[in-house]
């Protein structure tokens, strides 16, 4: 059983910075990862996601967030990241990391829908104000 855990959120003004943390047990570096957000009313949206592969990392974006955000992993310390930068009232969510046993490849890359996911985190806000 993985337990995920996430820290690192917080409130910020646009154009801030934060980096999300999620630490997880019987860590796999095989695993998908992913990070997910859900705003008040909404569905839960996929963020970003990354696998490793024998050259490195390969990782995805959903288009929102290309060119700030940055999502990589730490396998020697089993944990998860994700970089975000210019953050926008938009970006305001409950965030949470995910984690894939198997490698599911979509039109937009591996591990882009919730249902890809096994295992979840509880989640951490991050709210952007204006």
């Known amino acids: 059983q993985v337990q995920l855990v996430e820290s690192g959120g917080g409130s910020v003004q646009a154009g801030g910075s934060l980096t999300l943390s999620c630490t997880a047990s019987a860590y796999n570096s095989k695993y998908c990862m992913g990070w997910f957000r859900q705003a008040p009313g909404k569905e839960r949206e996929w963020v970003a996601s990354i696998i490793t592969t024998t050259t490195g990392s390969d990782t995805y974006y959903t288009r929102s967030v290309k060119g700030r955000f940055a999502i990589s992993r730490d396998n020697a310390k089993n944990t998860l990241l994700l970089r975000m930068n210019n953050l926008q009232p938009q970006d305001t969510a409950m965030y949470y990391c995910?984690?894939?046993?198997?490698?599911?490849?979509?039109?937009?890359?591996?591990?882009?829908?919730?249902?890809?996911?096994?295992?979840w985190g509880q989640g951490t806000q991050v709210t952007v104000s204006s």
């Open positions: 995910a984690a894939a046993e198997v490698w599911v490849k979509r039109s937009d890359g591996y591990c882009i829908a919730s249902s890809d996911y096994r295992y």
